[in-house]
């Protein structure tokens, strides 16, 4: 899917216009195609108290990433790391500006800003827990200010026990893999889950794994089985019979098998283990649908059908999965919410009923399966260009796209990086997390 506005205002005298209108100005989000995770360096900062300011640089070093503790005038700088997880008072929250004021204009465009906290709750003391809270609102709001040049700001909340577990996810944030992941708290090791593992192949991370995505003929299911295939993973698709022919051209392509099969039938969850046999290391639930109409003018099948797609089919699945023991030690479940499940949107209770509701999956099922080593959490997207958001009103879909900190919708690849860094066999320390892939937009399918 294009958005022509972003095409139509490339050319010199659409930008004349746009600067002195002032209409938005996406900005062109660089996205990874092989090479170098980041290009540049990444400038650290913190304090020599901070849990991971120590290790960062050698840890970086080992994923190819260059770093330095020292600013120089004048140098672009891809990245931005600031360890906070020593700040233990609101006044300590001074670090933050001291650090970043005097660097912000030398971002580069696209530029990437992780802040690493310790998880609030897991604080000595009331000031480092408001301190360590405090960082939320410090990263949302500074990407809402760094957008305009494509570059995006995240938190990293990690335990003390997980000071191990971030490669993977600094990894992700740093690289362009992130395009579209702004603004966003991700909390490692919230639980005693084992601590991540070493991928066997650091290009292919997935190698010996076999992941399912639902939904996968398409849109960005096709997107996740093909980014997940890249990354050494095979692949086992499914879709619904009027899909069959596209779900099998895409799985020839990588070499994946086909269930064909509607999620929501009363034998899918046997059907689907059958086909399992062999059992699974990755459960993507990315299959959804719509049915939009004001709750006045709501149909019951309209209701029941789009929260059983999205929240009760993926029950019921990973519930066989699991009694069966077919989901492998070391395993990932993943759901796909939405913004429409976190904030909400006019005519699509329903939807948003259902997408809240897989938030509640993960949140229950999370801790559960800590013991067997399984990792749950989902994806929230935001606007993204699919088939599905075709069907909305076009003002709509022109205020999905614009109405984010980069201006712009997301693409499929961004929400499959970050299925695939989910799926990173390092991350295994992180698990009940939600997190959106909305380039910090509250409008979406
Ligand atoms: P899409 O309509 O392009 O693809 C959805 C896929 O799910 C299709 O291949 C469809 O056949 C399959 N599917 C639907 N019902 C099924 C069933 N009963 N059994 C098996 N397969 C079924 O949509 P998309 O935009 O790629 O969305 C994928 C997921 O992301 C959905 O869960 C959607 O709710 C969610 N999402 C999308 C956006 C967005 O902006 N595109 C935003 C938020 C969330």
Redesign the pocket.
């Known amino acids: 899917m294009t958005d022509r506005y972003q095409s139509l205002i490339q050319n010199p005298i659409a930008q004349f216009l746009v600067k002195n209108i002032g209409l938005p100005n996406p900005p062109e989000l660089k996205r990874w195609n092989g090479g170098p995770l980041v290009d540049g360096t990444v400038l650290l900062g913190g304090s020599s108290d901070g849990l991971l300011f120590g290790s960062l640089p050698q840890l970086l070093k080992n994923d190819g990433i260059e770093t330095t503790t020292v600013r120089a005038e004048g140098r672009r700088y891809a990245g931005l790391v600031f360890d906070a997880t020593d700040l233990a008072s609101t006044r300590d929250l001074i670090a933050l500006q001291e650090f970043f004021t005097p660097v912000l204009r030398q971002l580069a465009s696209c530029g990437r800003v992780v802040v690493l906290g310790t998880l609030p709750e897991r604080t000595a003391g009331a000031g480092a827990a408001i301190a360590q809270r405090g960082l939320e609102g410090f990263v949302r709001s500074l990407g809402k200010e760094i957008g305009g040049n494509g570059s995006t700001a995240n938190l990293v909340y990690v335990s003390p026990e997980a000071a191990d577990a971030v490669d993977s996810t600094l990894q992700f944030l740093l690289s362009p893999k992130s395009a579209f992941v702004d603004g966003q708290v991700i909390r490692i090791g919230t639980t005693d889950l084992a601590d991540a593992e070493e991928p066997a192949a650091s290009d292919a991370p997935l190698t010996g794994k076999v992941a399912l995505v639902?939904?996968a003929?398409?849109?960005?299911?096709a997107a996740m089985a093909r980014t997940l295939h890249r990354d050494g993973a095979t692949i086992v698709g499914?879709?619904?019979p009027p899909?069959q022919g596209d779900l099998e051209t895409l799985m020839d392509e990588l070499g994946g098998t086909s269930i064909i099969?509607?999620?929501?039938a009363d034998d899918a969850p046997t059907t689907i283990a059958d086909q399992l046999g062999e059992g699974v290391d990755i459960v993507v639930h990315?299959?959804?649908?719509?049915r939009d109409k004001r709750l006045k003018n709501m149909k019951a099948e309209n209701w029941d059908k789009v929260i059983d797609?999205?929240v009760g089919?993926p029950q019921r699945i990973t519930d066989e999965l699991l009694d069966r023991g077919l989901i492998r030690e070391g395993g990932r479940v993943i759901g796909?919410s939405?913004?429409?499940g976190i904030a909400g949107n006019n005519g699509q209770t329903n939807y948003g009923t259902a997408?809240a509701g897989v938030i509640g999956f993960v949140q229950e099922l999370a801790p559960r399966l800590t013991d067997r080593r399984i990792t749950v959490n989902a994806i929230a997207?935001?606007?993204?260009e699919?088939?599905?958001?075709q069907t909305m009103p076009i003002g709509i879909r022109e205020a999905g796209r614009r109405l984010s900190s980069l201006s712009q919708g997301g693409q499929?690849i961004d929400v499959a990086e970050a299925i695939a860094w989910y799926a990173h066999p390092g991350s295994g320390a992180i698990t009940g997390n939600v997190v959106r892939v909305c380039g910090q937009g509250f409008l979406?399918?």
Not at 386 to 389: G, N
């Open positions: 639902t939904g003929s398409r849109g960005l299911g499914l879709d619904v899909l099969a509607d999620i929501t990315n299959a959804g649908i719509t797609v999205s089919a796909i939405s913004i429409a997408k997207p935001g606007f993204i699919t088939d599905m958001v499929p979406g399918a």
